[in-house]
């Protein structure tokens, strides 16, 4: 500090000094412009989209809220099926989340007994597991959805599930507190 006291009593040494800290400056400047920004999505900005008639039974709309850059890779999306409808048998190459948020719903693997789902449940389904999900037969179902895609493929998709297979005439009592 001494020294450069000494050095700024110098008019070159302190112009040289001056314009090197407004140099520094503008490099901050640029570099703080140049930092990622975040991206806000308002709600209602993003168009629901029907779910293929090929992959789902009845009506599901899919909100597909979580599709990051690179690198950041899982997918998330909100999907709102209405009573009976359900997905098409599937599979998901690098497994799934489901998180319900209202009404009521079912889950099965293949194979293995079909389950009551309802608000709050999380399940995970294993990679590459045949599995499907949707509401039951007399309420609607909404669950949160998250999977990594894996070669730029998130689900793969096969047969419907039948009415048989879905039993429409079954029902399961399950919590209504975040039904909507
Ligand atoms: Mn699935």
Redesign the pocket.
């Known amino acids: 500090m001494k020294n450069l006291m000494r050095w700024l009593k110098y008019p070159p040494m302190a112009l040289l000094v001056g314009v090197s800290i407004g140099a520094g400056a503008i490099s901050v400047l640029a570099a703080d412009s140049e930092k990622p920004q975040i991206t806000l999505m308002r709600a209602g900005s993003r168009p629901l989209i029907d779910g293929p008639a090929e992959n789902f039974t009845g009506k599901a709309r899919i909100d597909r809220q979580v599709r990051p850059d690179d690198p950041s890779r899982p997918m998330g999306s909100m999907v709102y099926f209405e009573p009976g409808a359900r997905?098409a048998w599937?599979s998901?190459p690098l497994g799934?989340t489901?998180i319900v948020v209202s009404g009521c719903g079912w889950v099965q693997s293949e194979g293995g007994p079909k389950k009551m789902i309802q608000p709050g449940d999380v399940i995970w389904?294993p990679p590459d597991t045949r599995?499907w999900?949707g509401a039951q037969a007399s309420v609607a179902m909404a669950h949160y959805?998250i999977a990594e895609p894996l070669n730029g493929v998130a689900?793969q998709w096969m047969e419907k599930v039948t009415d048989e297979q879905y039993g429409a005439q079954e029902q399961t009592k399950c919590m209504t507190w975040m039904t909507n």
Do not use: C, I, P, S
Request: net charge neutral; charged share 0%; proline share 0%.
């Open positions: 997905t599937h998901h799934q489901l389904t599995h999900h959805a689900a």
